[in-house]
T-cell receptor
């Protein structure tokens, strides 16, 4: 299996621009998670989906952030408009099982820099 | 605010020694506990999970959980230079996964 796939791996953009991060979970996994990692705040859960339905988005920092999962093999995390404080590594993870605490497999991450 | 606290280190041990990593958490109802390893510039990788009080061993790794003290630890026996990484403690409470800031471990040859 190819594992969790994320694109792009690196993104540099200017403040105010729209940014879209993409994720393809492991085939057959029914949970998908979006995390953000910074030196200051560590690894934070932003939102997770079960069977393509958003279950908990309480970690989404503000309305500028939105996430979708139109089908079982694709999810996006969008930031509009982007700000320098959004600079971070964004990880997507997926898992299989009735409990979201089942082993989560992380993608390689997208390193976002907002100038 | 639910907190997961780790000593940020860095923790340095000689090759072959035991590395001890500690984590405390604030929410008493937490049920599931995890240790992730993250190499520099890489994504987190699950190495241990533990759900009940006591010890759980997997090869050179032993996770210890004490729910009464709200404490979870990871012991790495016979530490190797390849164990040098940041170790993240994670605590799950009703599908709300929270991570500690991580402890950076260096194993010196």
């Amino acid at each position: 299996d190819a594992g969790v796939i994320q694109s792009p791996r690196h993104e540099v953009t200017e403040m105010g621009q729209e940014v879209t991060l993409r994720c393809k979970p492991i085939s057959g996994h029914d949970y998908l998670f979006w995390y953000r990692q910074t030196m200051m705040r560590g690894l934070e859960l932003l939102i997770y989906f079960n069977n393509n339905v958003p279950i908990d988005d309480s970690g989404m920092p503000e309305d500028r952030f939105s996430a979708k999962m139109p089908n079982a093999s694709f999810s996006t995390l969008k930031i509009q408009p982007s700000e320098p404080r959004d600079s971070a590594v964004y990880f997507c993870a997926s898992s299989f099982g009735q409990d979201s605490t089942d082993t989560q497999y992380f993608g390689p991450g997208t390193r976002l820099t907002v100038l | 605010q639910k907190e997961v606290e780790q000593n940020s280190g860095p923790l340095s041990v000689p090759e072959g020694a035991i590395a001890s990593l500690n984590c405390t958490y604030s929410d008493r109802v937490s049920q599931s506990f995890f240790w992730y390893r993250q190499y520099s510039g890489k994504s987190p990788e699950l190495i241990m999970s533990i759900y009940s009080n006591g010890d759980k061993e997997d090869g050179r790794f032993t996770a210890q959980l004490n729910k009464a003290s709200q404490y979870v630890s990871l012991l790495i026996r016979d530490s190797q230079p390849s164990d040098s990484a940041t170790y993240l403690c994670a605590v799950d409470d009703n599908n709300d996964m929270r991570f500690g800031a991580g402890t950076r471990l260096t194993v010196k040859p």
